[in-house]
């Protein structure tokens, strides 16, 4: 399985690829305690289905509780690649 590590930077280069963000926008979602101060409801929507289809995982309604930040999103990952 993937280091922690490796899974953040996976994971911000989705948030890239998919949300169109820059250099400074990925470091603000990195550095950030939650994200929805930066990405939109829609923002969010299409990061996670991002992330499903990359790692073929689902997320669990009960997720959106939990992801609050970035480390948050990246220990979902981890616990589901863990768990498949």
Do not use: K, W, Y
């Not at 690829?17 to 926008?25: A, H, I, K, R």
């Amino acid at each position: 399985m993937a280091e922690r590590a490796d899974l953040r930077r996976q994971v911000l280069e989705l948030a890239g690829q998919e949300l169109s963000l820059n250099d400074f926008e990925l470091a603000r979602i990195e550095d950030t305690a939650n994200l929805s101060e930066h990405l939109d409801s829609l923002q969010v929507l299409q990061l996670v289905v991002a992330i499903e289809d990359h790692f073929r995982i689902c997320f669990e309604p009960e997720d959106d509780d939990t992801a609050v930040t970035l480390r948050d999103v990246v220990a979902i990952v981890e616990r589901r690649l863990a768990a498949g």
